[in-house]
């Protein structure tokens, strides 16, 4: 009887209101080109300002589009909603901190900080995001495996999941954030915006990397191309002959895996925090959403959208409703679900 | 389940033990176990309310619960907040529940256009954008919380006199109750679960399932607005934790304890949730921990029935009824608990 | 399918048993006590401690056996990992000034056995319940209300962050019989604007941690203009507040105050936009905020250290946050409650109690969460003592903390007439050690020397104003 209702909610969905994208479009075009215009002006008085904000955005969306591209691989081909990717991320980053303070000693009587060589940094970020991947394995085989096609009840065991992961962290890691030491310089000279962070580059760099990688294993390989139609018709993929159970598991186990590397790259780069995994899977929720949920591209525009937000609305928004920024996120919300209620790059079902 | 010819003696049987209770009770187990029960029953049955009638498992109930009290607590004279309005608190609360219900109309026009899971998305990103705003605008939300709110006069002392807001919160929880069911029967109710049930059906016989939705949302927006609203009187203060995502999940779990399909459910959920909470840390092995052994039983309650309480009251009344035969179950258990979440 | 179906039954009918098994043994325990609970306050103690063996000898005096201290810390949510400091804190006093044994010198969670009010003819008990909070209001609020109602305390020590505080002590107003000692919440408004008559702080707020550090800046380091950047909440208003009431006293002014919204990870952007031609900051981000914002400042500005630039509150003389960011804050002047390079015998007498308790959280000394809670039940103690243990004159015992000098390990402190403390304050540097004392500001109260009152607006994004004049009667010695 799931099954049946199963069906028809997707009747629905195919059936439910859906305003032309022609008409989205110039909707949103026109929201976007008020502020663009608003952003220009602002940026004309102050180059290097615009400069590094933008970049600063830009770095975000790369960090957010490695989180985000985990979290939406999962969900469009195994319509599960992953509550505890934020936790995954939070996870990659104590785990990389916690080997790295083994592998490096720091001395507590010492006030100079060891830096990480190479060699200290890249193998606590291999045994994190591996261990990251392994436990993401372990939930998908031991509690999501045999409820495959109830949703809600999956979402639910992962829910359950987090608030355990987030107790525990509390309890065994310090309440101070800490931050992942790098083998590399931390800032470099860029022409026009001077100083500027180097993990934060590095950071991006990744990002373009993990996405083109992503997308190379979409399009191009057979497991890729089972992926692909899953997302539109798992039904149809099973009755196939194909062991759908396997490609779930190595997909389950790639956005775990892509979780970790953010949650180690975001220590690196800003600092370990235990908070972070609410956080995180809220700006997974979000990006997914509104760039559609199952679709790379759409990841990689809602992270971008909600990067470069979160950069101008620190800036440029008048002091006096610089705290009313995040309504900014909920209008985002609102527009692209107004004209696209499966977000810009989804489809329903 | 219970017979149809018993449905009016347990009921009023219920309500009188929920009567003479805080006269047996001390005032604290009044105020801080029975009344907290009561304010989140109802919270929980605004969610069970849209779950059970509409198919939809809303995460944004908490959100819109900030929305009412927070409302309150700036319409009225308190310390933080704004302090432009210095409203009387029965007029407070009149806008605090339109404010709140124009709320959940706006985000339900948004979100009845989604289903299943994707609905229950939105909702959570709607439910914690709506606390992210709280806790950075300080200007709605205090410095500090906000504290102090002054209650309606006839509840004098909360101390003193804590039986008084359970009433309050007795009479809204009972009304609450025969509203949803009430609701369920009449004709919009009706078309409400048709769509649940068969939304190209009843497009196709001319409802417009949008709008029934958006409504239907706005009316779950009241009921947890009146949950809101009742925090406030008995807390006399909120803050932006209050709708935290922990609480989010928390009520949540009440649902699901309680069932997420039968409206009693909510408060049955609502008082085992925070007879654990005040219990659990005098648990030897728990100690502090009392989040990882609430995640625990959640999980285990997920895991083994999605039904909760109320879905294995009714498994083994079926049970007990009728000899078991296989796959014949009538809605209950594992399929009823999400429907139109089940998917496919 | 049918068999999985069958299990589930089993499954759940196994689950309900354990479940109803839990909440009757959870009811029959609420019960029992919340019973006594409503009779009255002695009555309570008995279900609270099983272990009581002098009840006949209290019942043939008359008096009071057993006086039930509640302590309110966080354990969980961002500072439930400072539970075992708060704890160390709360302990170390027991042991000190109650004749209390520690169970494990090593675990502060093991507790204390055989703590006593000092000084009685008849042996009175102290014994403890416990409430966790998540550094959330309601959360603290809801535990203070189950050890004041249910747990029948009649002393709570507590709760640890500033809206906690807050709100606790909005409800102490209702609760005129128990008396209420803060732990190491430090928004100003718990005492100077709430004024509850049973609320007691033993250690000064938030503001006054930043005492000193205004004349430092304009008389030492020559500042003129400065920007405060701290996160958009209550405390580091607080915190700011005391810096910029100073610093404009004397004649500075603040040109921007900035305000990166509670719970921002990444600064980069504010402090992209942070003023070039300025003399300095003044820097309150909070506990997590401060490693991240430092790191990022440094990255952006292209500097190794902040020394000269930037002045910090209570977060950047953390020992904690110092371990985190080693010669990055090297050099940087800060505002302190507490000085961990002191030698005075008073800071060694304090080091030794806590050594002779928990050998091991020495470390903690400097780490205001231990010393906020020592000194708030030290006071409890000394008030205890005062009184012969006589909690029933609620009014008597208040009467005797309002007199009550406790000896810490910054001196002797004293309250005002907000009950809040009198007492020294440190302006620190930054060193390869820890912190080296630069100045002590002595007895530094609350009002700032009269700038801040009950009619004074709250601190907060805008206030208070800067406005030249009046200078705190410390200012003047701060001098380079």
Known sequence: MSANEGLKAKHVATAGPRVSWSKGTIFLLAVLAVAVLGIGIQAASDATLFAQITLNGLTLAGLYFIVASGFTLIFGLMRVVNMAHGSFYMLGGIIAFLVQERMLKPDPTSFDLPTATFGSFVLPLVIATFSVALLGLIIQQVFL???????????????????????????????????????????????????????????????????????????????????????????????????????????????????????????????????????????????????????????????LLLGLIDSYSDVYLPDAITNYGVLLTFFLLVFVLAVRPYGLFGRPG | MIPARLQWPVGIAVVAVACVLPFVVSGFTTSQILTRAMILGIAAASLIFLASLGGWVSLGQTGLYGVAGFAVGNFVEADGGSKTFGMNIWLATILALLVTVAVGLLIGAIASRSEGIYFLMITLAFGVIIK????????????????????????????????????????????????????????????????????????????????????????????????????????????????????????????????????????????????????????????????????????????????????????????????????????????????????? | MSTDKRRWKWLSAAFLAILIGVVAAACGGSDSETTTAAEDTAAADTAAADTAAAEDTAAAAGGETKIVMGFLSNCEGPFGPFWDATLAGYYTALVQYAGATPVDPADPKAGVTGAMVPGTDVPIELNTNYGCSDDKADKALAEAKRLVEQEGVNVLIGPLSGDEGIAVANYALTQPDVTFLNGISGAQDTTLKVQAPNFYRFFSDGAQWTAGLGAYAYNVLGWRTAVTIGDDYSFPYTQTAGFVSEFCSLGGTIEERIWPALGETDYSSYIAKLPKDVDGFFLDVGGTGTVQFVNQYTEVNGEDSLQGKVMGGAFISNPQIIAELGNKVKGVVAGSALPSDATTPEWEAYVAAIEAAFPDQTANAANIFLAGYYNNTVAAIKGLEAVAGNIDDAAAYHAALNGTEIETGVGPVTIDGNRNAVMDNFVVEVTDTGTKTLFVVPAVDQSFGGAFSTETPNPDRENPECVAGNPPPWAASITG
């Open chain 1, 145 to 303: 495996r045999w409820n495959q096609g109830q949703e809600l009840r999956q979402a639910l065991i992962t829910i359950a999941i987090s608030i355990i992961v987030a107790d525990q962290a509390v309890a065994r890691f310090g309440g101070i954030a800490k931050e992942i030491s790098v083998p590399i310089e931390r800032s470099i000279e860029l022409p026009i915006v001077g100083n500027y962070g180097t993990m934060r580059l590095v950071m991006l760099l990744v990002a373009v990397v993990v996405g083109l990688l992503l997308l190379g294993l979409i399009t191009r390989t057979r497991f890729g191309m089972i992926v692909r139609a899953g997302v539109d018709d798992r039904q149809m993929v099973t009755a196939l002959g194909i062991d759908i159970q396997k490609v779930f598991a190595v997909a389950f186990l790639l956005g775990a895996f892509l979780a970790g590397l953010a949650g180690v790259l975001g220590g690196s780069v800003n600092s370990v925090n235990k908070a972070d995994d609410g956080k995180f899977l809220l700006i997974s929720l979000v990006i997914v959403i509104v760039g559609g949920m199952g679709s790379l591209t759409g990841a990689a525009i809602g992270a």
């Open chain 2, 132 to 344: 992210l705003l709280f806790e950075k605008a300080t200007d709605l939300s205090g410095f500090g919380g906000i504290n102090q709110i002054v209650q309606p006069e006839i509840f004098g002392s909360a101390q003193l006199q804590p039986e008084r807001i359970y009433f309050v919160c007795l009479v809204v929880s009972i009304a609450v109750y025969l509203g949803v069911r009430y609701f369920a029967r009449t004709p919009f109710g009706l078309a409400f679960q048709g769509i649940r049930d068969n939304a190209t059906r009843m497009k196709a016989l001319g409802y417009n399932v949008t709008l029934i939705r958006t409504i239907a949302f706005g009316i779950g927006a009241l009921i947890a607005g009146l949950a809101g609203v009742l925090n406030v009187w008995w807390n006399t203060q909120i803050s932006p934790g209050t709708i935290d995502i922990g609480p989010l999940i928390f009520l949540l779990m009440i649902a699901i304890i309680g069932g997420l399909y039968r409206i009693e459910g909510a408060w049955i959920g609502a008082l085992i949730y925070v007879i654990l909470d005040n219990r659990l840390r005098s648990v030897e092995l728990v100690g502090e921990r009392v989040a990882t052994a609430l995640g625990i039983i959640f999980l285990l309650i997920v895991l083994l029935s999605p039904g909760g309480v109320m879905g294995i009251y009714e498994s083994i009344s079926r049970r007990v009824r009728r000899p078991p035969s296989g796959d014949d179950a009538p809605a209950g258990g594992e399929g009823a608990a999400a429907p139109g979440v089940a998917g496919d």
